[in-house]
């Protein structure tokens, strides 16, 4: 035998609810992410663009302190020398080529006809004339070297053979210019190692923002588990709630109907019953009568067409009571005429029914409801108000068409837990179901009962042409 398989959500939640309740939520967690991000990332691009320039710093001044300690080297050699003095020049040269420094770091000389000097980790160098000399980059190197020992000394940014790989890097090179010989004395520092530095911050930091993206990726679907869970047991709850509503709706329609039932059994038991045996007995009467020729059995056949008369009123009776066809034949208005008349003249209270013409039509569906609830009010002031007067008005207006009953009777408490009957629970339902309201005002001097239905509910003149409620 097969088996039906459960539902995972419950008919109310489903998925496709859950989408759409969840879509907020993650657009939200979007839009904060990327800010997140994108300060995170401009942030941490700020910072590393400091950084590099404080290293840069820091390496330039390391180079400021090289050539201070060169220049105290050679200083007084070069400070007592004529500008052709060779042996000065000599001894100058062979000082710098000595003074090395780390694993790459040396001096160099250039002439300013951009011959070298002195290269002492690069020996190919010296004695060539490197004039136009350029980098992989194409950025003069030479040239630029001897432009700044001319105006005084500066820093250059090239790339340059790097003797302990044998490969182009980046260095920074900062020049002096020996103005009396014409030379340009300067040494360099590889800056790999900065770029190294700054190439691991940045990868740091998409670690970081990475980590981020994962925690509000937890947090987001923690969130949405919790919605869901939430939603889920909120929805059963609701659910559970709307079942036991349910169940005593629906136990309430039962009485209603038993109720309905054991009226009509009444009436038709105390009324139509009693009737209907009475003119049996009337008519067996008459039927004796005539057997031995007594001139009474016309009395009795009268008193049994006149049972059979009354007998017939009592089921119209209640047949209108059931399901007025007047309602359905000339309209709400000539239908509350016959039921405010009926109960006047039924319980002796003085009623008074006002109509006002409306343009449109009610539907079927108002005009049994506003219907309903006049005939329910009236019984409630039959049974409990002991009331002297009855004033119910039929109006229409902008909002839609409203039916107010009014009594002078003994009112009673809205607030209390069992003021609101089943009567008053059905007008209600009625008026809820017409989307419309209903409003109810009771105090010692008279109660006052509005059912408002709204304007969907009444139809254009086009599809009927009479203008009676």
């Known amino acids: 035998?097969?088996?039906?398989?459960?539902?995972?959500?419950?008919?109310?939640?489903?998925?496709?609810?859950?989408?759409?309740?969840?879509?907020p939520l993650l657009l939200a967690v979007a839009a904060i992410s990327a800010l997140v991000v994108w300060q995170a990332?401009?942030?941490?691009?700020?910072?590393?663009?400091?950084?590099?320039?404080?290293?840069?710093?820091?390496?330039?001044?390391?180079?400021?302190?090289?050539?201070?300690?060169?220049?105290?080297a050679f200083g007084s050699v070069y400070g007592n020398a004529l500008p052709d003095d060779k042996e000065a020049k000599t001894q100058v040269m062979q000082t710098l080529a000595a003074m090395l420094y780390g694993q790459d770091g040396y001096f160099?000389?250039?002439?300013?006809?951009?011959?070298?000097?002195?290269?002492?980790?690069?020996?190919?160098?010296?004695?060539?004339?490197?004039?136009?000399?350029?980098?992989s980059e194409g950025t003069a190197i030479t040239d630029r070297f001897v432009a700044l020992a001319r105006s005084g000394g500066g820093y250059h940014t090239h790339l340059w053979w790097k003797p302990t790989t044998g490969r182009e890097a980046r260095m920074v090179t900062y020049v002096i210019g020996l103005q009396d010989w014409r030379w340009a004395v300067g040494t360099g520092i590889f800056i790999d190692d900065i770029q190294a530095t700054v190439a691991a911050a940045r990868a740091d930091v998409e670690a970081r923002i990475e980590r981020v993206?994962?925690?509000?990726?937890?947090?987001?679907?923690?969130?949405?588990?919790?919605?869901?869970?939430?939603?889920?047991?909120l929805t059963q709850r609701?659910?559970?709630?709307?079942?036991?509503?349910?169940?005593?709706l629906t136990q309430r329609i039962v009485d209603t109907q038993e109720e309905e039932r054991g009226r009509?059994?009444?009436?038709?038991?105390?009324?139509?019953?009693?009737?209907?045996?009475?003119?049996?007995?009337?008519?067996?009467?008459?039927?004796?009568?005539?057997?031995?020729?007594?001139?009474?059995?016309?009395?009795?056949?009268?008193?049994?067409?006149?049972?059979?008369?009354?007998?017939?009123?009592?089921?119209?009776?209640?047949?209108?009571?059931?399901?007025?066809?007047?309602?359905?034949?000339?309209?709400?208005?000539?239908?509350?005429?016959?039921?405010?008349?009926?109960?006047?003249?039924r319980t002796g209270i003085a009623t008074e029914l006002e109509t006002v013409v409306f343009r449109n039509?009610?539907?079927?569906?108002?005009?049994?409801?506003?219907?309903?609830?006049?005939?329910?009010?009236?019984?409630?002031?039959?049974?409990?108000?002991?009331?002297?007067?009855?004033?119910?008005?039929?109006?229409?207006?902008?909002?839609?068409?409203?039916?107010r009953i009014t009594d002078d009777g003994q009112g009673f408490d809205t607030a209390a837990r069992d003021a609101r009957g089943l009567g008053l629970r059905n007008m209600q339902e009625r008026v809820e179901h017409l989307d419309?309201?209903?409003?109810?005002?009771?105090?010692?001097?008279?109660?006052?009962?509005?059912?408002?239905?709204?304007?969907?509910?009444l139809l254009p003149p086009e599809q009927d042409g009479r203008a009676s409620a």
């Open 264 to 345: 009509v059994a009444r009436e038709l038991h105390d009324g139509i019953s009693q009737m209907l045996v009475g003119v049996r007995y009337a008519l067996d009467l008459a039927q004796r009568r005539l057997q031995i020729g007594d001139g009474r059995a016309a009395d009795s056949l009268q008193k049994g067409i006149d049972g059979l008369s009354g007998a017939i009123g009592e089921v119209r009776r209640i047949s209108r009571d059931l399901r007025p066809g007047m309602l359905d034949d000339l309209g709400l208005g000539p239908a509350l005429h016959s039921l405010t008349d009926t109960f006047s003249s």
């Open 41 to 72: 990332r401009e942030l941490s691009r700020r910072e590393i663009a400091a950084l590099e320039v404080q290293l840069l710093d820091a390496k330039k001044a390391e180079l400021r302190n090289y050539l201070s300690i060169a220049r105290t």
């Open 436 to 457: 419309g309201t209903l409003r109810v005002l009771s105090t010692k001097g008279g109660t006052v009962i509005e059912a408002e239905v709204p304007l969907t509910h």
């Open 238 to 248: 609701e659910r559970s709630l709307a079942d036991a509503k349910l169940k005593k």
């Open 108 to 135: 160099f000389v250039f002439d300013y006809d951009g011959r070298n000097l002195v290269a002492p980790r690069q020996t190919h160098l010296i004695g060539r004339d490197w004039s136009g000399l350029t980098d």
């Open 361 to 403: 039509r009610l539907d079927n569906e108002a005009k049994i409801a506003l219907y309903r609830i006049a005939q329910e009010a009236l019984t409630n002031i039959e049974r409990h108000a002991g009331a002297r007067t009855v004033h119910v008005r039929l109006y229409g207006h902008t909002r839609g068409a409203t039916l």
């Open 213 to 233: 993206f994962l925690y509000i990726g937890g947090i987001v679907l923690a969130a949405l588990l919790m919605v869901s869970v939430t939603g889920l047991f």
């Open 1 to 23: 035998m097969a088996t039906v398989p459960r539902r995972l959500w419950p008919p109310s939640f489903a998925p496709a609810h859950f989408a759409l309740a969840a879509l």
